[in-house]
């Protein structure tokens, strides 16, 4: 089957060509609609208890995480011309489409008790511009008297304050919200150089829509540099425009096939899959390396170009198939986790790392087939003289010195392993933002003077309806405020209980001294005032279900990272829920900021499986390649050792274990991997040609196959160092690491798996007995079946074949 594939592939090329024309062009139909993002991603499977118990808190109390906060800390807003213009500030972001509520120091509502209906209302605490500063002064003094508001809205010890701004749901999961808050920053800066006064913006919409955006703009970036850059290695490798040009046809083809993919599977582009094309291109020019290189060396032994592409195809047609298939492992394992992002990054990466094979092995022949056969100039790199200084010096150190690369391997490890013993897991809600940019240092302004924007809410379910306004239960939330109020890095709690206590000032008609919880004495009255509500229930939604058995407590955390924040969650703010209330009534921590905890702990605990599984599934493809035992792990551990070098690398410079950087491993060595199935296959080719003497076997493999496993390396290094330019700290990672894995990869596949091969192979076969591996890369002379030329309509002497005489 397999030995005719050059025959269909070069018989039938244009009709091969024109079809893989017509499915891209489908696909790039399919990509049309494609979308960025804008949804909130968490790593918690849907069918997570704390995940069920979020959505649940969502359908009563509406979004956490839809607050987008404007601070200043300037004692100039407090003058009268600036804060009329703060005022106007909030007026036009009200006025903002998709925006539902501003809350700041100029537009408080103040809950006032209106003795003739028995009720209370709202009424803006400053209606109408101020016209002098006295009169400022005077309302800002009120506003200070408004306990409700302090540690919320105002510092009262710096003077900072907060504008808080509610987004429609449907906004914030839209790519409107970006142009709404594109229209917020405009309007936001006009307002800045008309006072001078310092705005910071903050919060998850905020956030999430500068990550996006960023993310968009690296897409492109990343898509330009990944080809700039292969294009230059492949220039600087073959000298040739064609050695360029084919090989990023074949890029392009799949790159479009990407996007189709994410059309035709309805995903979206996010943090991963954006850079899924970038990937694509990186892994995907290596096959056009090994293809062209074998070309080029078989036309260089006789001058046929067509019995070239043949050769080319039926020699490493099967291992290059192998190896995009072991690759692909490194993605396809990702499927088997229960995290969606990481199911769609692997699924989408998977499939078209796969498809990358199927391209190049129609392309890549075909249109050769069409162009004129290699001049000598286009042939030099095969006799590179420092890669082939270079070669040799690794062959003689093989030969001569193996037990020395042994030793320093040992040595190698030992380092590493103790590295790895640093290393450590830790992750943030802003994550893999640089420190100097606007969007950190925004965040370190709310945390300084407002404990910070991450929301965190507490659940309490006393069980009965109508029952989060009985005293005793006001008493024991006001109790559990008071535990949590002073801990670091959390804001001051809000819920009914604060609210009963503004209501109670409110009915002492402003009066601070009054700011508590109900007495016994004024409870009933208070509670009838809120009973004559027309709008009850929306005048308390915020704070309560409508049953009135289900109220949430409200907090705000700084970005502490994963650890801490878990540390803060399990051992601080449970333990005093549990204080409280004990066993008596239901509660639960919960909001996106808990699920962004857990998410980074089932992350990084899928990523650690799916490499273990990657692991085994290249094991079993070795073991059916060689069928042989000691022959997998001799494959096997010189793909290990990078691994646990990198994993030290990071323990030593405190690079830590999240997401992003658990990505290297399982990609990284699916990549890695390819290079020790082209030196074996060759390896096994050479022992029979060479009477099974493994000295003379290993350096050819080494000066043949190592030639290409220098390329594609380079390119592979390259080709993923380009992620440094990254605005992402974890994308950085992921670049700056998995191309030293992949460096690593190359040098230990070049001296220790040959070394491992001089000691533990004996080079004795069975000639009875091929292994799957031989029977598609074991090639001899005598049975080439050479390609009909007549059938290929290619005249005797072509000048585009070369020679048709030897």
């Given at each position: 089957m397999?030995?005719?594939?050059p025959?269909?592939?070069?018989k039938?090329?244009?009709i091969?060509?024109?079809s893989l024309l017509l499915?891209?062009?489908?696909?790039?139909?399919?990509a049309?609609?494609?979308k960025?993002?804008f949804?909130?991603?968490t790593?918690?499977?849907?069918?997570d208890?704390n995940?069920?118990y979020?959505q649940?808190f969502?359908?009563?109390?509406?979004?956490?995480?839809?607050?987008?906060?404007?601070g200043?800390?300037?004692?100039?807003?407090?003058?009268?011309?600036n804060?009329?213009?703060?005022?106007k500030?909030?007026?036009?972001?009200s006025?903002?489409?998709?925006?539902?509520n501003?809350?700041?120091l100029?537009?408080l509502?103040n809950?006032?008790k209106?003795?003739?209906t028995?009720?209370?209302?709202?009424e803006p605490?400053?209606k109408d511009?101020?016209k002098?500063?006295?009169?400022?002064d005077s309302l800002?003094?009120?506003?200070?008297?408004?306990?409700?508001y302090?540690?919320?809205?105002?510092?009262p010890?710096n003077?900072?304050?907060l504008?808080?701004?509610?987004m429609?749901?449907?906004v914030?999961?839209?790519?409107?919200?970006n142009?709404?808050?594109?229209?917020?920053?405009?309007?936001?800066?006009?307002f800045?150089?008309?006072?001078?006064?310092?705005l910071?913006?903050s919060?998850?919409?905020?956030?999430r829509?500068?990550?996006?955006q960023?993310t968009?703009?690296?897409?492109?970036?990343?898509?330009?540099?990944?080809?700039g850059?292969?294009?230059l290695?492949?220039?600087?490798?073959?000298?040739s425009w064609?050695?360029v040009?084919?090989p990023?046809?074949v890029?392009?083809?799949?790159?479009?096939?990407v996007?189709g993919?994410?059309?035709?599977?309805?995903?979206?582009?996010?943090?991963?899959?954006?850079?899924?094309?970038?990937?694509?291109?990186?892994i995907?020019?290596?096959?056009a390396v090994?293809?062209?290189?074998?070309f080029?060396?078989?036309?260089?032994?006789?001058?046929?170009?067509?019995k070239a592409?043949?050769r080319?195809?039926?020699?490493i047609g099967m291992v290059?198939?192998?190896?995009n298939f072991t690759t692909?492992?490194?993605?396809?394992?990702l499927?088997?986790t229960?995290?969606?992002?990481?199911?769609?990054?692997g699924?989408?990466?998977g499939i078209n790392?796969?498809?990358t094979?199927i391209?190049s092995?129609?392309l890549?022949p075909g249109?050769?087939a069409y162009?004129p056969?290699?001049?000598?100039?286009?042939?030099?790199?095969?006799?590179f003289p420092?890669?082939?200084?270079?070669?040799?010096l690794?062959?003689l150190?093989?030969?001569r010195?193996?037990?020395?690369?042994f030793?320093?391997?040992?040595i190698?490890?030992t380092v590493?392993?103790?590295?790895?013993?640093?290393?450590?897991?830790?992750?943030?809600?802003?994550?893999?933002?640089p420190?100097?940019?606007?969007?950190?240092k925004?965040?370190?302004f709310?945390?300084?003077?407002?404990?910070g924007?991450?929301?965190?809410e507490?659940?309490?379910d006393?069980?009965e309806p109508?029952?989060?306004?009985?005293?005793?239960n006001?008493?024991?939330?006001e109790?559990?405020?008071a535990?949590?109020?002073?801990?670091e890095?959390?804001?001051?709690?809000?819920?009914?209980v604060?609210f009963?206590?503004?209501?109670?000032?409110a009915?002492?008609n402003?009066?601070?001294?009054f700011?508590?919880?109900p007495?016994?004495?004024?409870?009933?009255?208070i509670l009838?005032?809120?009973?004559?509500?027309q709008?009850n229930?929306?005048?308390?939604s915020?704070f309560?279900?409508?049953t009135?058995?289900?109220m949430?407590?409200?907090?705000?955390?700084?970005?502490l990272?994963?650890?801490k924040m878990?540390?803060?969650i399990?051992?601080?703010?449970?333990?005093?829920?549990?204080?409280?209330?004990?066993?008596?009534?239901e509660?639960a921590?919960?909001g996106?900021t808990?699920?962004?905890?857990k998410?980074n702990?089932f992350l990084?605990e899928?990523?650690?499986q799916?490499?273990?599984?990657?692991?085994?599934?290249i094991?079993v493809?070795?073991?059916?390649l060689?069928?042989?035992?000691r022959m997998?792990?001799?494959?096997?551990i010189?793909?290990?050792i990078p691994?646990?070098?990198?994993a030290?690398?990071?323990g030593y410079?405190g690079?830590?274990?999240?997401?992003?950087?658990?990505l290297?491993?399982s990609?990284a060595?699916g990549?890695?991997?390819?290079?020790?199935?082209?030196?074996?296959?060759?390896?096994?080719q050479?022992l029979?040609?060479?009477n099974?003497?493994?000295?003379?076997?290993?350096?050819?493999?080494i000066?043949?196959?190592?030639s290409s496993?220098?390329?594609?390396?380079?390119?592979?290094f390259?080709?993923?160092?380009?992620f440094?330019?990254?605005?992402?700290?974890?994308t950085?990672a992921l670049?700056?690491?998995?191309?030293l894995?992949?460096?690593f990869?190359?040098?230990?596949n070049?001296?220790?798996?040959?070394?491992?091969?001089?000691?533990?192979?004996?080079?004795?076969?069975?000639?009875?007995?091929?292994?799957?591996?031989?029977h598609?890369?074991f090639?001899i002379?005598?049975?080439?079946?050479?390609i009909?030329?007549?059938?290929?309509?290619?005249?005797a002497?072509?000048?585009?074949?070369?020679s048709?005489?030897?």
């Open positions: 397999w030995s005719k594939l025959h269909i592939v070069l039938y090329r244009l091969l060509i024109i499915f891209t062009a489908f696909m790039g139909y399919m049309r609609d494609v960025m993002a949804n909130f991603n790593a918690v499977p849907d069918t208890v995940y069920q979020f649940e969502k359908q009563k109390f509406g979004e956490d995480g839809n607050v987008l906060v404007i200043t800390k300037d004692s100039a807003l407090y003058e009268l011309e804060f009329n213009r703060y005022k500030l909030n007026e036009d972001i006025n903002l489409p998709g925006i539902t501003v809350i700041s100029a537009t509502q809950i006032v209106d003795s003739e028995r009720s209370f209302g709202l605490l400053i511009y101020p002098t500063q006295e009169e400022l800002l003094a009120k506003a200070l008297d408004l306990k409700f302090s540690g919320q809205l105002l510092n010890e003077g900072a304050t504008t808080l701004i509610n429609e749901r449907e914030l999961n839209s790519k409107e919200r142009n709404v808050i594109d229209q917020l920053r405009v309007i936001g800066a006009e800045s150089e008309e006072s001078g006064i310092e910071h913006y919060g998850m919409p905020f956030v829509t500068v990550m996006q960023m968009s703009v690296e897409l492109k970036l990343f898509i330009a540099l990944s080809i850059i292969t294009a290695i492949l220039f600087l490798f073959f000298r064609t050695a040009v084919v990023l046809v890029i392009g083809f799949v790159v479009t096939w996007l993919t994410l059309g035709i599977l309805n995903y979206q582009i996010n943090v991963l899959t954006g850079i899924i094309p970038s990937i694509i291109i990186v995907g020019i290596p096959n090994y293809l062209l290189n074998k080029h060396q078989e036309f260089a032994k006789h001058g046929n170009k067509i592409l043949s080319m195809i039926r020699k290059t198939l192998i190896t692909a492992i490194g993605f396809l394992v499927v088997t229960d995290i969606k992002l990481l199911k769609e990054f699924l989408v990466a790392i796969l498809a094979f391209v092995m129609v890549i249109i050769f162009l056969a290699p001049k000598k100039e286009q042939l030099k790199h095969l006799e420092i890669v082939t200084k270079f070669l040799t690794l062959d150190l093989v030969h010195h193996r037990y020395r690369v030793a320093v391997t040992a190698i490890i590493a392993v103790i590295g790895l013993t640093k290393l450590y897991s830790v992750a943030y809600m802003v994550d893999d933002i420190e100097h940019s606007q969007l950190k925004d965040l370190y709310f945390e300084d003077n407002f404990a924007v991450m929301p965190l507490i659940i309490i006393f069980g109508k029952s989060t306004l009985n005293a005793r006001l008493r024991k939330v109790r559990l405020e535990a949590l109020e002073p801990l890095h959390v804001s001051q709690p809000i819920s009914i604060t009963a206590k503004a209501v109670r000032q009915f002492y402003g009066n601070s001294r700011y508590g919880l007495s016994p004495s004024d409870r009933n009255v009838s005032y809120l009973a004559n509500q709008d229930a929306n005048f308390l915020s309560v279900d409508s009135g058995q289900t949430r407590v409200s907090l705000k955390v700084a970005d990272g994963s650890v878990d540390s803060l399990t051992n601080v703010i449970e333990p005093e829920i549990d204080k409280v209330f004990g066993d008596e009534v509660t921590v919960t996106s808990l699920l962004f905890v998410g702990k990084i899928n990523l650690k799916t490499l273990l599984l990657a692991f085994a599934i094991a493809i070795m073991g059916i060689f069928a042989n035992v997998i792990l001799i494959s096997l010189p793909n290990f691994l646990i070098m990198t030290g690398i990071m410079f690079i830590p274990l999240k997401p992003s950087t658990a290297i491993f990609i060595f990549i890695s991997v390819d290079d020790s199935i082209h030196f074996l296959a060759k390896y096994r050479e029979f040609n060479k099974f003497f493994v000295p003379i076997a290993i350096s050819n493999s000066k043949e196959t190592g496993m220098l390329y594609t390396s380079i390119i592979l390259f080709g993923f160092i380009i440094v330019f990254s605005n992402f700290g974890g950085v670049g700056l690491l998995t191309s894995t992949l460096f990869a190359m040098l230990t070049l001296t220790l798996l040959p070394a491992l091969l001089m000691v533990f192979d004996s080079g004795k076969r069975n000639k009875n007995f091929h292994p799957l591996i031989e598609y890369e090639y002379e005598d049975e080439d079946e050479e009909d030329t007549q059938g290929l309509s290619i005249k002497n072509d000048p585009f074949l070369g048709t005489d030897k």
